[in-house]
């Protein structure tokens, strides 16, 4: 029942190429940033990240666009990342651009054995008809665009036919774990993480605080550890590295 791996590397050493993997965190908030950085040198290619966004250039998952790591990426937001953005209208990249909250629920359905469910999101737009831009051709046309979606009546209201996401493995960040794989998430920090964790088949939660089983008490957990496989123990200056996405400050009055 020990989860606890004996680092990151370890942990993601038998990721290969051509995983899918899920991503947790929201920007740079509650990202799992030394598993990425143990991923980028472990050296697999060809990745299809499912994550909200792609981190930001030069941190996060934006490491592994930078390497040319990632061939496919499911997120809903491409914003705060250039060279994510380029690589995407260049045509290096394939993108599936799906709503916020309908990729929180692909995942969570995943992770719940569910295999489809119907929306009403996304109806009357590309998402629904088809025609979304999944990957460019180097002249900027479409080299490959999104599918017609079933589309049905259900209690009166038009949905749209959506399939849950599971992959090979799922990275995660929490703010304390236990020997057994049982997760706290701090505050926003929680954010993506846990259906992310859920929908892994593989999943590794890089924690900040170890504390020993039963320690926890099962009301303050977030994440069951029978979701987690590995756990990876941070350093204090592993801790404590947290960069801000973006700082804003008031100027004050004299």
Request: with cysteine; charged share 20%.
């Amino acid at each position: 029942m020990d989860k606890v791996a004996s680092s990151a590397a370890d942990a993601v050493a038998d990721v290969p190429d051509g995983a899918s993997v899920a991503v947790g965190g929201f920007g740079l908030c509650g990202v799992p940033s030394v598993l990425i950085q143990a991923l980028l040198s472990q050296g697999a290619r060809g990745l299809a990240v499912v994550s909200n966004n792609c981190g930001v250039d030069g941190a996060g998952l934006g490491l592994l666009l930078e390497a040319g790591r990632v061939a496919r990426v499911t997120a809903s937001y491409v914003g705060e990342n250039r060279e994510f953005a380029r690589q995407y209208l260049a045509g290096e990249l394939e993108v599936e651009l799906t709503p916020q909250g309908k990729l929180a629920e692909k995942l969570r359905a995943g992770g719940a054995g569910i295999p489809a469910f119907f929306t009403p999101t996304g109806v009357g737009t590309q998402i629904a008809e088809g025609g979304l831009p999944w990957r460019y051709g180097p002249d900027g046309s479409v080299a490959l665009a999104s599918p017609v979606k079933e589309v049905r009546q259900v209690g009166g209201r038009t949905c749209v036919l959506e399939h849950a996401i599971t992959t090979d493995f799922a990275l995660v960040r929490a703010a304390v774990g236990d020997r057994h794989g049982n997760l706290v998430f701090h505050l926003s920090a929680r954010n993506f993480n846990p259906v992310v964790a859920t929908a892994g088949r593989v999943t590794i939660a890089e924690v900040e605080r170890l504390v020993e089983p039963g320690q926890l008490d099962p009301d303050q957990v977030h994440l069951p550890g029978v979701y987690v496989q590995r756990v990876v123990v941070l350093s204090a200056q592993e801790r404590a590295a947290k960069p801000v996405e973006k700082r804003t400050v008031t100027t004050r009055q004299a």
